[in-house]
């Protein structure tokens, strides 16, 4: 038995989906606990890509059986959009399974994503605009539309009434936007239902069951640990917790069974839309991270900000996840660089800080202070062994576990299924 989970440990866009791949096919169901079609998962197999937003990375392993869990938020017409894709290009995506506690977003979450972001101007979060804060708001405040309401028609009309009595006086008062009717909703959510029907199922007792029976569950976290709407860099962050306890929570596995936390971590970082991020470059090596990794959003296109490795990170995302492997990824991106800076610290208003400073504020004034390491000039991408590393990536990758405080067990070199070091294999034994 093995509930491992996959979690982002900085801002999104580590590698979740070439590490799910990777373990994919040796377990029995992939979850996705958190998060919707925010996400923007890449998996390369074979040389054919695949961009997965709102199915988890899972539903390429033939023998995985897939599952959007109880705490995702689901698009229909994305699903189904995304499901055909890949039906097109010969996967089978027949063995998704959906929860019925899961919540819909309706094209009025859409619609409040986008105008709040207006309306905030300058201070706007840069969310991807696909309803997802919306929806989450809607779930806590207990006027979400879930999975299951899908099979209750009355039940259905009565939710969608319920929740749009308010949010059209928001949206004609406040933003100046036509009211949206309730009939429309109930006929967008109705002309899914059939196909939706056969796929819901309890996933917390599913999985549990899988567990009890000694098979293999994976959860795949979306987004990251600094996207954490409470360990996150407050407010720009994403709506959920995409965290190793909210991974917990979004698919219905207790604490107490967790038997991996898999932080997944690039050799530098990266983030999209707005917020702090203290070893941001805006130099030539900025561009050249950009550039050399494909640093584009998977999701709306954007160029992804970059910057230095910043272990003050790695390791409060060690501790808020209580990570047992750090899987590096994107290694191969740093050969020939000549030097490669590793953030070890903040200097915050003239005062170091070796960890994370209480405060936001202190945060946005966050200067890295680094230590450098010499580069590795020899092409890393056929490297399938810690041994085949030229000694100075070994080097590097030792100062990077050792300042983060976490054991590397993976390491990426290179896009494809293929190109990963393991070191540790988190389903052996
Ligand atoms: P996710 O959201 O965490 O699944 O990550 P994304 O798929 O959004 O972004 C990661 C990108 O890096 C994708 O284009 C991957 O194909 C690519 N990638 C993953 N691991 C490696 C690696 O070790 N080296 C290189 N060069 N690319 C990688
Ligand atoms: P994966 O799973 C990177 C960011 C958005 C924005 C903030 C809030 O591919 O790592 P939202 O639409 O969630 O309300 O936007 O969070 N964001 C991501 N950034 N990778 C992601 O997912 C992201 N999902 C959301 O850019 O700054
Ligand atoms: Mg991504």
Redesign the pocket.
Known sequence: MAAIIIV?AQ???EG?GKATDILGGRVDYVVKPN?GN????TVVVGGEKYELKLLPAGVLSENATPVLGNGVVINLEALFSEIDGLEARGADASRLRVSANAHLVAPYHQTLDRVTERFLGKRA????G?G??PTYADKVSRVGIRVQDILDESILRQKIEAALARKNQILVKLYNRRAIDADEVFDYFMGYRDRLAPMIIDSATELNAALDAGKHVLMEG???TM?DVDHGTYP????SNPTTGGACVGAGIGPTRITSSLGIIKAYTTR????PFPTELFDKWGEYLQTTGGEV???TGRKRRCGWYDSVLARYAGRVNGLTDLFVTKLDVLTGIGEIPICVAYDVDGVRHDEMPLTQSEFHHAVPIYETMPAWEEDITGCRSIAELPGRARDYLDRLEELSGTRISYVGVGPGRDQTIVVNDVLAG
Not at 38 to 41: D, Q, Y
Not at 236 to 239: E, N, Y
Not at 272 to 275: E, F, M, P, S
């Open positions: 982002g801002w999104g866009d979740k998060g925010n996400a923007g998962h979060i840069g969310t991807t696909r997802i804060g979306g987004q990251a996207l720009f962050v994403t709506s999209v839309g707005a917020g959003g998977v999701n």
